[in-house]
């Protein structure tokens, strides 16, 4: 390996930029039992009309300190059918996002729903959104059982799930679509006693009144389906909840070799259906696209995967990298595809010993450096990237996460041109503000220095207001 060689300490003035995070994420797992605790109200309600309606939020924005932000979201009206919680009467009014990156709930006039709502203090309005446990009333069959049994159903102890078996069928995108799974005994196993039920059509199964205590939990599915056992906790007079998910256990294993028979570890290994071979929708490809990387003998081994025709190799679904460094390449090693052979996959068979031996590898270089901040603090947590792109989306080169000293370590192509990222955030008073430098373009050589990449100190709330109060 060589190492590269590039001095930026100079060349390095990075602006700060601040971004709004889009993406939804939620906390799952929740139980009914907590969810019914938390929630402020709890009705089965059909939505009758929607207007738009708009909620104030307090955030810290670089150089301008605190600042109040509108979101636009939607009120909807409901016609109450059923209350378990909160509210008499025969409406409410509910307010939720718009969707996509603020979580709300996208509520269809005339369907029915149960709705776990929360009172915001300052408003005084009712708020939900897909993080709760607010879903179509035809697939909360747990939660209405549970409701329904108010209030002896706070007193016992209660097992409930649902098990979701993830179909062969691709919905337009290329995902697996799913289904629930009716008629299926699931055994729950404890130290002392044991327990069995079936699911419902709606796939949901359920226990009440069991002894505390720990369990483990198996579904009987046909052979040819995942099968993995879980373990629960059920505590005193509450509720645990276990969602099983399955599909075709389909596999394929086998051995990476390089051109001297060397076992290879760390090698990128894909399985892609030979009918998304050709296929222009990068989204489609992607999601039919399994990954492997080899391991410390040098072996993969793909699991859960359905019937059908794939081609096996290696770097199939991108160009070569410093962590996989070989040229495009079908099972059992033939670099043309037209040549290559298909592997032929039944439902949940298991395929062994597809070994493959490659060609000699591309020549490699190390990239280090450090990342730190404007006042010499190392820069942690942080993040380094290569890219083939100065904007976002490019082909990932390689990177990863620095080390507790804001060091980083990384391998990359010789003679490959990319675009270095460096992305951290740092925390004031309470708000995470998010830091990335101007990407810097470099060409992968022999003879170069260290990299140093440098992010600026966010500046704190109350210095921006000495600033403004200042003559």
Same mark, same amino acid.
């Given at each position: ?49 929607? %207007?738009?309606?708009? &909620?104030?939020?307090? @955030?810290?924005?670089? +150089?301008?300190? /605190?600042?109040?932000? $509108?979101?636009?979201? *939607? ?102 679509? %799913?289904?629930?799974? &009716?008629?299926?005994? @699931?055994?729950?196993? +404890?130290?002392? /006693?044991?327990?069995? $039920?079936?699911?419902? *059509? ?270």
């Amino acid at each position: 390996m060589k190492k590269i060689i590039l001095i930026l300490a100079a060349l390095i003035v990075l602006p700060l930029l601040v971004e709004r995070v889009e993406a939804c994420s939620c906390a799952y797992g929740e139980t009914v039992c907590d969810a019914y605790q938390k929630a402020s109200a709890v009705f089965i309600g059909i939505p009758l009309s929607d %207007s738009p309606a708009s &909620s104030q939020h307090e @955030v810290y924005a670089l +150089g301008k300190g /605190k600042e109040r932000v $509108t979101w636009q979201e *939607k009120l909807f009206r409901f016609s109450i059918e059923e209350s378990f919680k909160g509210i008499e009467g025969t409406e409410i009014e509910v307010q939720t996002g718009l969707g996509g990156g603020d979580c709300g709930y996208a509520f269809q006039k005339g369907e029915r729903y149960l709705i776990y709502a929360y009172r915001d203090s300052k408003t005084n309005r009712f708020h939900t959104s897909i993080c709760t446990r607010t879903s179509m009333f035809s697939r909360a069959s747990e939660d209405v059982d549970f409701l329904r049994g108010l209030p002896n159903s706070t007193t016992q102890t209660r097992v409930s799930g649902t098990i979701i078996q993830y179909t062969n069928e691709r919905d337009q995108r290329g995902y697996q679509k %799913s289904q629930y799974m &009716s008629g299926v005994k @699931v055994l729950l196993i +404890g130290e002392d /006693k044991s327990f069995e $039920t079936t699911t419902n *059509k709606e796939g949901m199964y359920q226990i009440v009144g069991l002894p505390p205590g720990r369990y483990k939990v198996k579904a009987e599915l046909s052979a040819d389906l995942l099968n993995e056992e879980k373990e629960i906790i059920v505590p005193v007079a509450g509720c645990a909840t276990l969602t099983i998910y399955t599909q075709t256990d389909g596999r394929v294993s086998g051995k990476i070799m390089d051109h001297q028979g060397q076992i290879v570890e760390g090698a990128r290994v894909n399985l892609i259906p030979v009918d998304t071979a050709k296929d222009k929708s990068s989204s489609s490809i992607a999601a039919r696209t399994h990954i492997e990387k080899t391991d410390k003998e040098g072996k993969y081994h793909f699991k859960e995967i359905p019937p059908g025709r794939y081609y096996l190799g290696i770097n199939l679904d991108e160009q070569p990298r410093g962590d996989s460094p070989y040229p495009r390449t079908y099972f059992p090693g033939i670099l043309d595809r037209d040549k290559a052979t298909v592997i032929v996959l039944g439902e949940g068979e298991k395929l062994t010993g597809y070994n493959i031996q490659l060609p000699p590898a591309l020549a490699v270089t190390t990239i280090e450096g450090v990342f730190v901040w404007s006042d010499g603090r190392p820069v942690n947590p942080g993040r380094v990237s290569f890219t083939s792109s100065a904007e976002k989306g490019g082909k990932f080169y390689g990177g990863g996460e620095v080390d507790a000293q804001g060091r980083f370590r990384f391998d990359s192509l010789n003679g490959k041109e990319c675009w270095i990222h460096g992305s951290t955030y740092s925390t004031v008073n309470g708000t995470m503000q998010f830091v990335n430098i101007d990407p810097i373009k470099i060409l992968v050589e022999d003879g170069m220095q260290s990299l140093k990449l440098i992010a600026p100190v966010p500046p704190k709330p109350n210095d921006e207001t000495k600033k403004k109060k200042e003559p």
